[in-house]
């Protein structure tokens, strides 16, 4: 199965605003990527634009957003009229071939999950590549792999479940069941690569100095919340963040 986001566009922008999308996802995201005032920036994968408008409003010189789903693209045009940031919204395979581009940085959330194979990883990688100049940033967000060795944490709380396979294979799929409310939900479907596959893919294509960082909790949720709240999520981080460098 593969995820068709024209048909739970408005679903996935209403998990957006689940909490620990704001106090893990984009704290972390937005930490490992610093400062950005300056930079010309593409965010690959961007959705209905989510993390678009925090790179914009984080600084950049410009901003473009990508995404292989016209709904998705749809809605961050629609986002953009109403309340215009100057971010250019386009419809593309962030796997796609073509002429080196020469943005600085590359953001993208939940793009490499969807490689199915290492051939389908390699292609997304050099895909990444093509973004940016020579020295460029690539700052990325996936499925941490290890679901498949952890215990069965239970997610629930946070909004989710993640179902996997009872052995890891190349491609074996990880899905994730976002709950909205009690009556409301819908599947996104990953796959599993080690992440010696993924490391592998980035440095074929180009990039060097590949770092895999964990997930951390902003500061104010920490002090906010009760005790505990977040501490399954934090043992068993259901996502990594990944920095390189193109050469």
């Not at 051939?119 to 990444?128: H, I, K, Q, S, T």
């Amino acid at each position: 199965m593969t995820t068709d986001y024209d048909q739970i566009s408005e679903l996935y922008r209403r998990a957006k605003q689940q909490p620990w999308r704001h106090a893990v996802e984009e704290y972390s995201f937005m930490r490992l990527l610093g400062d950005l005032r300056g930079r010309r920036v593409v965010d690959l994968a961007c959705g209905e634009g989510f993390f678009t408008r925090k790179l914009k409003e984080a600084g950049a010189a410009s901003v473009r957003g990508t995404d292989i789903s016209q709904a998705m693209i749809a809605l961050a045009r629609q986002q953009e009229s109403a309340d215009p940031l100057g971010i250019e919204y386009i419809v593309e395979d962030a796997r796609a071939e073509g002429p080196r581009l020469e943005h600085d940085v590359v953001a993208t959330a939940w793009l490499l999950v969807y490689a199915h194979h290492r051939e389908e990883m390699d292609v997304m990688c050099r895909g990444l590549a093509r973004q940016l100049a020579p020295g460029g940033r690539l700052v990325t967000l996936t499925t941490n792999p290890d679901v498949y060795v952890f215990p069965d944490p239970d997610y629930r709380p946070y909004g989710f479940t993640i179902d996997v396979e009872d052995e890891a294979r190349d491609g074996a799929p990880i899905l994730w069941t976002i709950h909205l409310d009690d009556t409301t939900s819908f599947e996104i479907e990953n796959y599993y690569l080690p992440r010696s596959a993924i490391q592998s893919s980035l440095e074929e294509a180009g990039f060097r100095d590949v770092v895999f960082y964990d997930l951390e909790l902003d500061p104010a949720a920490a002090a906010r919340d009760p005790e505990g709240t977040w501490d399954e999520f934090l043992r068993y981080p259901p996502a990594v963040l990944i920095d390189a460098i193109r050469t």
